[in-house]
């Protein structure tokens, strides 16, 4: 290394602070200065892999260098070098504010979430001539489609990630009514009702003082100005802002199952909203790109309710500077080698006694979540090290009191398995009245899609057919022919899946755009010997514009292009699969 580049002014086993001269890299750059030298880079040349920290002390030292230093200073580094015989593990909790997650786990050792919401509204043709001819300036309020299955699951997920345990969600139209709830035996039913979002578009006038030119920044544009702006002074001036704003009302219960007896109840509105300086985005396309935001901002109040606030504790995991085995368990750790570091440990705590080993099994046990483990090495650590000043910065308090918590507040005996999801599932060649060829297998792979992501046992499509073709079967319709217990026995499966398309096609006629799917899809169960489920929502699309021609043409464009990419009415059949399999449980 050319030491003439930058003066070391402290240097030890663990640390070095050096004087960076001005205008070094600190780090590597990217871009034009990609290669460049940079002080790490000359650092780790000499000493190998090396962890900086930097902070500019220019008014320590005179003429205009900068220290560059891997600890604050040196008299942090001499302090340091004494006690840094430990690093900090993250362990990451969920302290609820509800007490019926301490007082009734075994509600949440086996949850089942519906979300009720109710049917769809495809839009119509008087809908969009209205839209089309009364366009108002001030205010206006449109309801949006909720996609339900989509925050039914990330509800789901986001409440199992704490000591809840999800076990099926599902989207329903009837809030008294489940069939399922016998195959999900829960230990709780968590209820969810929402309405409709809304978007509504709003203009808003708002007074802004404005800086002069010689220090004016963020002037609005001159359109949404009244007045002149005087030269060299301040001034309030009154802007035009558009306001977005979506909202959803929702409202929950919470009963235990079986009994039905209601634990908790509640009701909420979440919003989200944007200023724009004009109205010009259409509402639709403005909640498309928001409505995420939307569903975190509701699931966030779910998780608040029965998860609580998330917090993060850190375990030290001790290790002994001059003993080598104690620094490998110590770097197999920090590289995440978890069960080789607890190896050692154990092999050293049997041997030795050493509260430093038990403590850091107890962290080992925290992470695997064996909660009574931790807390009995933890235990064992806190007596061993009562003498030791090594441990006075160890947090017995906050270690205890997260394992008694931890431990009150997690789920009692686990609900039995959710029987609905054992039987294996083959889902058919779709049957159709309808001339696209594409269409009916382009649907088939969306329902395979969404049951796939639902948690379902599925027969492959590929060995589906192939089993099928061996016994002359090539088309859905041809399978009337066959009784569906032989077809059972053949695939090997205790369902079926069913799907009859009845209409799949696009009108287009310039002024006038329609695009449809219906059809029926249901299940068939063979213990039972009957139909368990079916649906047969349709999707309609209607649309009116002013121009025939660039609309037309519009049309036609995007239909070649769907016929090319064999998906015709793509948009259309995956909320048709949505909109149906979304009534079925699923799985987080």
């Known amino acids: 290394m050319n030491k003439t580049l930058f ?20 780090i590597p750059a990217r871009g034009s200065l990609a290669g460049e030298k940079s002080l790490s880079g000359l650092l780790i040349e000499k000493y190998g892999k090396i962890y900086v920290v930097h902070r500019h002390l220019s008014d320590l030292f ?10 604050i200073s040196i008299c942090c580094a001499i302090f340091l070098a004494g006690c840094g015989n430990y690093y900090s593990v993250k362990m990451r909790y969920f302290l609820t504010q509800s007490p019926l997650v301490v007082e009734k786990p075994e509600v949440f050792s086996g949850l089942y979430l519906i979300l009720v919401s109710p049917e769809h509204e495809d839009e119509n043709i008087i809908g969009n001539i209205l839209s089309s001819a009364l366009k ?7 309801r949006m489609e909720l996609d339900s299955l989509a925050f039914a699951k990330r509800a789901g997920q986001a409440l199992s990630r704490g000591k809840i345990i999800v076990k099926a969600y599902r989207v329903s139209n009837d809030a008294a009514y489940d069939p399922y709830l016998s195959g999900i035996n829960p230990g709780g039913v968590l209820k969810i009702a929402v309405e409709p979002p809304e978007v509504s578009i709003s203009k808003e006038e708002r007074q802004v003082t404005y ?11 001159a359109h949404q100005v009244s007045g002149a702006m005087p030269p060299d002074q301040k001034q309030t001036r009154t802007a035009v802002v558009w306001i977005y704003k979506a909202s959803i009302n929702i409202n929950g219960s919470l009963s235990s199952y079986p009994g039905g007896m209601l634990l908790d109840s509640w009701d909420e509105t979440a919003e989200i909203s944007a200023d724009k300086h004009d109205d010009a985005e259409p509402a639709e396309k403005w909640y498309d790109a928001h409505e995420e935001d939307l569903l975190s901002a509701v699931v966030s109040k779910l998780v ?11 375990r030290p995991v001790f290790f002994k500077k001059e003993d080598k085995q104690s620094i490998e368990a110590k770097d197999l750790s920090r590289h995440g080698r978890w069960n080789e570091s607890s190896a050692i440990w154990e092999q ?5 006694g050493d509260w430093r080993d038990a403590l850091n099994m107890g962290i080992f046990h925290e992470r695997q979540k064996n909660y009574d483990k931790a807390a009995e090495y933890y235990r064992i650590a806190q007596e061993k090290s009562s003498l030791d000043k090594e441990a006075r910065d160890v947090r017995w308090n906050e270690i205890f009191s997260d394992m008694t918590f931890i431990s009150s507040a997690g789920p009692g005996v686990q609900a039995g398995p959710a029987e609905w999801f054992v039987p294996r599932v083959a889902v058919l060649p779709f049957s159709d009245e309808t001339t696209s060829v594409d269409g009916p297998e382009m649907l088939r792979n969306f329902v395979f899609g969404t049951l796939k992501q639902g948690g379902y046992d599925l027969l492959s499509l590929e060995e589906t057919d192939g089993i099928l073709r061996n016994y002359g079967f090539s088309q859905g319709g041809q399978l009337k022919a066959a009784k569906n217990q032989d077809l059972c026995k053949w695939l090997r499966v205790e369902r079926l899946f069913f799907g009859h398309i009845t209409e799949f096609n696009e009108i287009m006629l310039g002024v006038y755009n329609k695009r449809s799917v219906k059809g029926r899809l249901s299940l068939w169960d063979v213990n039972s010997g009957s139909e368990i489920w079916s649906g047969e929502k349709p999707v309609v699309m209607q649309k009116v514009s002013k121009e025939f021609g660039f609309n037309f043409a519009g049309q036609l464009a995007r239909g070649l292009w769907e016929r090319m990419k064999k998906k015709p009415l793509a948009a259309e059949s ?3 699969a949505r909109r149906n399999i979304e009534s079925l449980p699923m799985k987080p």
């Open 348 to 352: 050293r705590f049997r041997t030795s």
């Open 62 to 71: 005179q003429g205009g260098n900068r220290l560059m230093k891997i600890i």
């Open 7 to 26: 003066k070391i002014l402290y240097e030890d086993d663990d640390f070095i602070a050096v004087n960076k001269p001005a205008g070094m890299l600190s």
């Open 211 to 221: 800086k002069d030119k010689s220090g004016r920044n963020n002037e609005p544009p």
């Open 136 to 142: 108002q300036k001030h205010i206006r309020l449109r």
């Open 304 to 314: 608040a309710r029965y998860l609580g606030r998330p917090v993060e504790r850190n």
């Open 574 to 576: 995956a909320l048709y």
